[in-house]
């Protein structure tokens, strides 16, 4: 009886260790965001090129990630918040353009942003369904999008922007459910910081995607 109350069923524990990582993940994103938002405010008045060089820091501090997050928790989650300060600072001409020319697009592409995470979010964390070839066909739909992007450049295509953004909203819809569901099937703590990057790279290529589309509405 006595070893019967000292562990917990086994349902009770892999409950407990989702919520856990669940926790854990979420809070490196708010963090990572937070610093996102800091970068974004000192690299308003930088040069586009600062600008460039701090993109590809923050790409580099990423792949970096890959490297660390076996041997040192630490330096892994220091990469994650280089990698969101950084970025901030990376996207900061985007955001001081939409501010100086149509502000109300930020609001509005923020709180859009909020719904379309929360909603697919919830969905691929609460689906049985593996998603992992879903996220396969995602990642392939991404590079052709890329693809679509330089040929916007070169060829005038009517509506061509909003096309872009639209399929740029439905591939990351499929990333957001599949991370979404990694956050409740993986046992690895470690991975929390990989986790926070990717779910906080979904959050801002949507919010991407959501600026060009209301900024082109208000046109």
Not at 90 to 111: E, F, I, M, N, R
Not at 130 to 147: G, M
Not at 159 to 187: H, P, T
């Amino acid at each position: 009886m006595g070893e019967a109350y000292a562990y917990p069923p086994a349902g009770i524990a892999v409950r407990d260790h989702s919520r856990t990582l669940f926790a854990q993940t979420m809070g490196y994103v708010a963090v990572t965001t937070g610093l996102f938002a800091m970068g974004a405010y000192l690299g308003r008045n930088l040069p586009v090129g600062v600008a460039f060089l701090a993109y590809l820091a923050s790409f580099a501090a990423l792949i970096a990630m890959q490297f660390t997050v076996r041997r040192s928790r630490q330096t892994t989650v220091a990469l994650l918040l280089g990698f969101g300060l950084l970025m901030g600072v990376a996207v900061a001409p985007t955001l001081v353009y939409y501010a100086s020319t149509d502000p109300q697009a930020l609001w509005q592409a923020g709180g859009a942003t909020a719904l379309f995470v929360a909603a697919f979010g919830a969905a691929g964390y609460a689906t049985r369904r593996d998603l992992s070839a879903l996220a396969r066909i995602c990642f392939w739909a991404l590079v052709a999008l890329l693809v679509f992007g330089i040929v916007l450049i070169f060829v005038n295509i009517p509506y061509g922007s909003l096309i872009y953004s639209v399929l740029g909203l439905v591939i990351f819809a499929g990333f957001i459910m599949f991370d979404f569901q990694r956050l409740r099937r993986s046992k690895d703590i470690d991975a929390a910081p990989l986790l926070a990057a990717s779910i906080f790279l979904d959050i801002l290529n949507v919010f991407l995607f959501f600026l060009r589309i209301f900024r082109g509405g208000s046109r």
